[in-house]
């Protein structure tokens, strides 16, 4: 049973437009969530991420956005660049970064020139 | 950016064969991880040690082994490949609470 669910595996967005990838989660004892991301033959990169205690978080043009009630999370690209491109990973742990980390199945993102 | 290497990238081999992983980091960090992934799907954690002599089992079943005898080194042993093995592998390091981990690359790995 997927404890992490990404329900988009694509999303195309024009460039310069918001891309928003949306991941929902089933354990309540999760309280940490990651985003990575990752392009063709290398391993994900961490982008950004957020404490249940926080409802956003923004590092530049990334913001991810939490929901507790909902169980929901979004992240929020703006402007999309065409090296935005990539697969989109959500993840979540409970009690921290450090601890196993449970990833949804991604989101392949496309921005389009 | 996180230092941390994976040899071989892409692996080949014939069903039978013991086959080792290569997974290196230079930040010593304590944490190290190992995870599954098959196309399209999510990773699944099948090995993590929090430290020197420490390894444990992860979420995913594995028939892999792994060690920690120094800080910098976790590599992954299949003592008897199959070809329901055939994944990729990536191996990812942390330094503690509140810090992301990092990944490697990923070995490709193909069981024929």
């Known amino acids: 049973d997927q404890q992490v669910k990404q329900n988009s595996p694509s999303l195309s967005v024009q460039e310069g437009r918001i891309s928003i990838l949306n991941c929902d989660y089933t354990n309540s004892m999760f309280d940490y969530f990651l985003w990575y991301k990752k392009y063709p033959a290398e391993g994900p990169t961490f982008l950004i991420s957020i404490s249940s205690i926080k409802d956003k978080n923004e590092d530049g043009r990334f913001t991810v956005f939490l929901n507790k009630s909902a169980k929901h999370l979004s992240l929020h690209i703006v402007p ?9 990973f959500c993840a979540a742990s409970v009690g921290g970064s450090a601890r196993q980390l449970t990833f949804g199945s991604g989101t392949q993102l496309t921005v389009l020139p | 950016e996180a230092d941390i290497y994976q040899t071989p990238r892409y692996l080949v081999i014939g069903t039978g064969k013991k086959i080792t992983l290569e997974c290196s980091q230079t930040m010593g960090h304590d944490k190290m991880y190992w995870y599954q992934q098959d196309p399209g799907m999510e990773l699944h954690l099948i ?15 594995s028939e892999s082994t792994v060690s920690r005898i120094r800080t910098e080194h976790f590599p992954l042993t299949l003592e008897s490949a199959r070809p329901s093995h055939t994944s990729q592998y990536l191996c990812a390091s942390s330094r503690g609470a509140g810090q992301p981990q990092h990944f490697g690359d990923g070995t490709r790995l193909s069981i024929l």
């Open chain 2, 47 to 61: 090995h993590y040690s929090y430290g020197v002599n420490s390894t444990e089992k992860g979420d995913l079943s």
């Open chain 1, 80 to 88: 999309s660049q065409p090296g935005d491109s990539a697969v989109y």
